[in-house]
C-alpha cells in the first residue's frame, strides 16, 4: 500500500536508510525534511511494516527528490518504481516543471532505475556522498515534468 509518510514513520525509515546506506541519515535529518515541509511517501508491505520511501523537497517549480530507499530484501520488485512515479505525479500536480536527485556514481541500480524514468545526467557533484574510504561524485540526474 502506497500512503503519504508522517514524522511517526522516522523510525522504520531510520532501520531502512541503516540497512541501505553507508552513510546512513539520522533521525534529526528526516525530522528536518518533515519540518522543512518536505514530502514523502513510503510502501508498507503490511499495515505497520513499511518497506520503501521516498522524501521530495518542492519549491519555485522544481522537485528535489532527497532520498529513495527500498529495504533491501525487497528491491527489484518495482517498489521505487511506484515511489517515484508518485512523487513525480505530485510534484507535477502542484506545478512543478523539472525534477532533480543525486545518485552515487557506484548505485548501478539506481542509476538504471532513472534513467527508465526518463532521467538523464546532467552534472556531477565532486566528493559528495562518504565512504568508508573516504568519499565518492554524485552523479546529478534531471527530468522535464
Not at 525487497?74 to 512515479?85: E, S
Not at 568508508?132 to 515534468?145: M, Q
Amino acid at each position: 500500500m502506497l500512503r503519504p509518510a508522517t514524522p511517526d514513520d522516522i523510525p522504520q525509515l531510520c532501520e531502512i536508510e541503516i540497512a541501505t546506506q553507508i552513510a546512513p541519515w539520522a533521525a534529526e535529518t528526516f525530522d528536518k525534511c518533515f519540518q522543512a515541509e518536505s514530502q514523502g511517501w513510503v510502501i508498507t508491505q503490511s499495515e505497520d511494516k513499511i518497506i520503501g520511501f521516498i522524501l521530495v523537497l518542492l519549491q519555485m517549480g522544481e522537485c528535489h527528490i532527497l532520498n529513495l530507499c527500498i529495504d533491501p530484501n525487497q528491491q527489484h520488485q518495482g517498489y521505487g518504481t511506484k515511489l517515484l512515479l508518485a512523487a513525480l505525479t505530485d510534484a507535477k500536480q502542484q506545478g512543478a516543471v523539472i525534477a532533480y536527485l543525486e545518485v552515487r556514481r557506484s548505485n548501478a541500480n539506481a542509476i538504471a532505475l532513472y534513467q527508465k524514468m526518463g532521467f538523464s545526467k546532467v552534472g556531477e557533484r565532486k566528493n559528495y556522498y562518504l565512504t568508508k574510504e573516504g568519499s565518492e561524485d554524485a552523479c546529478v540526474f534531471a527530468r522535464e515534468l
